[in-house]
């Protein structure tokens, strides 16, 4: 498997329509989002990258939203995805639109979006799916070098895994667009065959609280109580009376 950080730069579109199928990819990612759009509650909600920036987030209750980028038009922060110029749990939810994708260190991007999450706040994640069309093309030079086959693409078991070392809940995921070249996308072959679509999507949220018991801890505390036992029964027999003693307390009598 290799490594999460590199060390080069890549440069993502700043538009869905320089991408092939930007514009039917754009509208399935909205569709595939709307329902959930409207559970979000809140006051912030940023969008991080130009291709979140462009995603339709109208459907979503949350009135204050922040377009951030390091370049591009239509954006109310400038910065790096890297280093969020935001307080820690000062927003409510956050959008990578195919960020991690051009990221060069995905791991720091999703701690960074952990970092200013609020409790119980609310992270969606798409990206392009390695098992799928775009997968393949990565694997022929003429297309590798052009996007989106120039892109990182990671699995969802590998999405899941940084997810849950973060400790966020999985709410849904998907894939779709196993055709994306067609208008639905294969419709039928994204119904039976979602693994194999062009994109995934994501929705989790911040948990504070441990998901799963660390059975490490458990015995920890276990022990503790055991060790505690152990020195009151010591302390009991240091001080323990002699039977010949209790029999006869006077022995001068």
Known sequence: MKPARITGHLTAPTQWDTLPWGLQ??????????PWLGKIFGFHLLKIGNLSTEINTEDCTISHQVNMA???????????????????KSVDACLLAHTLNWCSDPHRLLRE???????????????????????????????????????????????????????????????????PWHKQGGKMLTTHFPALGTMQVIV??????????????????????????????????????????????????
């Open 113 to 179: 979006a952990d970092r200013v999450l609020i409790d119980d706040g609310w992270l969606i994640i798409s990206s392009y799916n390695p098992i799928s069309v775009a997968g393949v093309g990565k694997l022929i030079p003429v297309l590798r070098k052009r996007p989106p086959f120039n892109s990182r693409m990671f699995t969802s078991m590998r999405l899941l895994d940084w997810l849950s070392l973060l400790n966020f809940e999985v709410m849904y995921r998907r894939g779709f667009q196993v055709l």
């Open 204 to 253: 989790a949220r911040k948990r504070t609280l441990p998901l799963t018991l660390n059975p490490l801890k458990s015995r920890q505390k276990k022990k503790q109580i055991h060790s505690a036992v152990g020195a009151t029964k010591q302390y009991r027999d240091t001080f323990k009376v002699p039977k010949h003693q209790a029999d006869n307390p006077h022995p001068d009598d």
């Open 70 to 88: 390091q370049q591009g038009d239509n954006l109310q922060v400038q910065a790096n995805p890297l280093y969020l110029p935001f307080a820690e």
């Open 25 to 34: 990819s754009k509208l399935a990612l909205e569709q595939e989002l709307r």
